[in-house]
């Protein structure tokens, strides 16, 4: 195993976002999801949500952050070029609206080895500004042997 198993449990600093409009709108053309919550102010205004919403998959584009921290951090040392991403869930409990903020947390949930490979597992907590937890991710990571 290259990945020193001592890092689990390793949390990393917090990340904040501001969901912005603008980038809500730009990521659904992005994705083909033309869903007026997503892209039409005044529609959204009239909803439950009153405010443009955030789809679900957004959670990449703020959680990047919290990766970016495991993947540069030089104690654990994880060879980039072996990398590849293996897997991601999330557990969703409330709706990112426009100009929310979200706080992310990343920690090594776990590390271990199967086949020769090693497998980093990144857990990432995503807080609104009122410190609602809004999602839970979990990404995993292959090192190739």
Do not use: C
């Not at 001592?6 to 809500?24: L, S």
């Amino acid at each position: 195993m290259t990945v020193d198993t001592q890092f689990i449990g390793k949390e990393y600093e917090p990340i904040t976002y501001v969901i912005g409009e603008e980038k809500i709108k730009e990521y659904a053309y992005a994705i083909g999801d033309l869903n007026e919550l997503y892209i039409n102010p005044e529609f959204a205004k009239k909803s439950k949500y009153s405010s443009i919403i955030a789809p679900p998959m957004f959670v990449v584009v703020f959680a990047k952050g919290a990766m970016d921290k495991l993947f540069s951090d030089k104690e654990v040392n994880l060879n980039m070029s072996r990398l590849v991403h293996g897997e991601q869930e999330f557990n969703f409990h409330k709706i990112i609206k426009a100009d929310d903020t979200i706080k992310t947390i990343g920690k090594i949930k776990n590390i271990y080895s199967k086949n020769n490979n090693d497998f980093v597992e990144l857990q990432t907590d995503s807080f609104n500004q009122k410190n609602e937890l809004v999602v839970q991710g979990l990404w995993t990571f292959i090192i190739r042997g």
